[in-house]
């Protein structure tokens, strides 16, 4: 059978060639889709990994808070992550609005918010405007932020900020 009986060359004004062309270029963009969810997943990852070290960045976003909890860890605290994510709205809650993880150990009860290096004054912010929080700190509990960077031998360093009851 020939391409031509298929597609009927009998009517007028018909440009074979140009209807060869749309076919195989749907054809071609149809095989060069997804075929499943998990196809699609994949490829989604491969995009955002892409995009990331085009911008510089590693391939892999890293977890500050797991930083957190493992150096805490290596201090002698029992850590828990305190901070969840809702599905429906596709965003993370904190602890009081405000606590990634709780860290129970040496010094006490302390609530800790992982940043990055250059939010670490916002997140400072946010942890003194919260009146739960500040009902923690009365009754014993402290607070801490830990700000992470990547440092110069690709290593990452913290800094610590201490809150009291009293600010």
């Known amino acids: 059978m020939d391409w031509d009986d298929v597609v009927g060359p009998d009517k007028p004004g018909f440009d074979s060639e140009a209807y ?27 995009r955002r990994k892409e995009a990331r070290l085009a911008k510089g960045l590693s391939a892999k976003p890293v977890d500050l808070l797991r930083l957190s909890i493992k150096l805490l860890e290596r201090e002698g605290y029992l850590v828990e992550r305190c901070e969840w994510y809702d ?3 596709k965003r993370r809650h904190d602890l009081f609005g405000c606590v990634d993880a709780v860290a129970v150990g040496p010094l006490g009860t302390i609530a800790v918010q992982s940043t990055s290096w250059d939010n670490v004054s916002a997140r400072v912010a946010k942890m003194r405007s919260s009146q739960r929080l500040a009902l923690a700190l009365q009754f014993g509990w402290k607070a ?5 960077r990547k440092g110069a031998n690709g290593r990452f360093e913290h800094k610590e900020v201490w809150l009291d009851a009293d600010q």
């Open 20 to 46: 060869r062309q749309r076919i195989a270029a749907a054809i071609a963009e149809h095989v060069a889709r997804p075929r499943t969810i998990k196809d699609a997943v994949a490829e989604e990852r491969r």
């Open 87 to 89: 599905a429906v709205n």
């Open 144 to 148: 801490v932020v830990h700000g992470w």
